[in-house]
């Protein structure tokens, strides 16, 4: 019987609930376990959701790497949730020494050009965090 994935909310109920830091490890491995099934079953739907409760787990101080090709899949969505919850992920999980900071570049062009202002700012503030000297030529 498959456990489902927990919600953001009872995530954060759950780990700060644990008595000790054992628990704690516990329950973020089980739940990155989930984390990377969902990103390997490849469910568009709640992609966002997952990536979500990642960047939670890193602000923890646990690794997170393997959500990064994440964000950029969700950068380069059409849907605004899955936009902001991407360039977030972008902004805490790379920097100039990952080749995905590279990667980012074309959708950071085609959301300044796309005239959506909410998009645009997106794309701005990323650009602001992590921009180096090749990407803001």
Known sequence: MVVPSLKL???IEEIRGAKTQAQEREV?????????ASFR???????HRQ???LLYVH?????AHFG???CLKLIASSRFTDKRVGYLGAM??????????LLITNSIKNDLSQGIQPVQGLALCTLSTMGSAEMCR
């Open 51 to 53: 990536l979500a409760k």
């Open 28 to 36: 973020i491995q089980k739940e990155c376990a989930h984390i990377r």
């Open 92 to 101: 805490l999980l790379l920097d100039e020494r990952h080749d995905a900071h």
């Open 59 to 63: 602000m923890l101080g646990y690794p």
């Open 68 to 70: 990064q090709m994440e």
């Open 41 to 47: 079953d490849g469910d568009p739907v709640h992609r």
């Open 9 to 11: 909310q009872d995530l």
